[in-house]
Nanobody, 121 residues
Framework: QVELVESGGGLVQPGGPLRLSCAASGNVFDIHVMSWFRQPPGKQRELVATITNGGYTNYADSVKGRFTISRDNARNMVYLQIDSLKPEDTAVYYC???????????????WGRGTQVTVSS
């Protein structure tokens, strides 16, 4: 069994920074692509950023320059640094990851349950 758990969300003021974390635990042999998504109130879930196990990153145009995705392969974690927060960044933030449980298994996509980020003064 594999579990992804996000943390670090909360109520933050506009302009401030925030760092989200996502930890994978359980039967984890290795992790391939890891991503952050977000779902604003009343809107569809959208891709925010992606990072490969080699460290290659990709970002949605709307967050380039303010969001930074990173990962710690030894700790099975992925992070999302958000700078200069805006009210429109308010959303539930989810991480997902393609994870292999054994060396011969196929990678399976797992999702976390999300962490709420609210940007308001």
């Amino acid at each position: 069994q594999v579990e992804l758990v996000e943390s670090g969300g909360g109520l933050v003021q506009p302009g401030g920074p925030l760092r989200l974390s996502c930890a994978a635990s359980g039967n984890v042999f290795d992790i391939h692509v890891m991503s952050w998504f977000r779902q604003p109130p009343g809107k569809q879930r959208e891709l925010v950023a992606t990072i490969t196990n080699g460290g290659y990153t990709n970002y949605a145009d709307s967050v380039k320059g303010r969001f930074t995705i990173s990962r710690d392969n030894a700790r099975n974690m992925v992070y999302l640094q958000i700078d200069s927060l805006k009210p429109e960044d308010t959303a539930v933030y989810y991480c997902n990851a393609y994870i292999r449980a054994t060396p011969t298994a196929s990678a399976v996509l797992f999702w976390g349950r999300g962490t709420q980020v609210t940007v308001s003064s």
